[in-house]
């Protein structure tokens, strides 16, 4: 059974930088693609950001550039670096693990609780 830790968000000002943290357990972790979402409320649940087994990464156009997934591991754990940070980024931010068939990212139904950025002008 997979079991998902997602930490590190909190209330930022627009333009500062936050960083997430995900840790997985009760999985084989270096095998699969890592990705996060991000959902607010009243809106639709979106990709934003997916690294695969060997460290290929790909990101949502509302977040190149600002946003970087990397992952550890050795420590079970994923990360996304946030950047200049807009209120438009205030969300529920999950982290998912799954699998790339072709350019195609397919998550597994495991999810952990989420951590809420709350991004004020």
């Known amino acids: 059974q997979v079991q998902l830790v997602e930490s590190g968000g909190g209330l930022v000002q627009a333009g500062g930088s936050l960083r997430l943290s995900c840790a997985a357990s009760?999985?084989?972790?270096?095998?699969?693609?890592i990705a996060w979402y991000r959902q607010a409320p009243g809106k639709q649940r979106e990709l934003v950001a997916t690294i695969s087994s060997g460290g290929s990464t790909n990101y949502a156009d509302s977040v190149k550039g600002r946003f970087t997934i990397s992952r550890d591991n050795a420590k079970n754990t994923v990360y996304l670096q946030m950047n200049s940070l807009k209120p438009e980024d205030t969300a529920n931010y999950y982290c998912?693990?799954?699998?790339?068939?072709?350019?195609?990212?397919?998550?597994?139904?495991?999810w952990g609780e989420g951590t809420l950025v709350t991004v004020s002008s």
């Open positions: 998912n693990l799954g699998k790339f068939y072709g350019s195609i990212y397919f998550g597994m139904n495991y």
């Open positions: 009760g999985s084989t972790f270096s095998s699969n693609a």
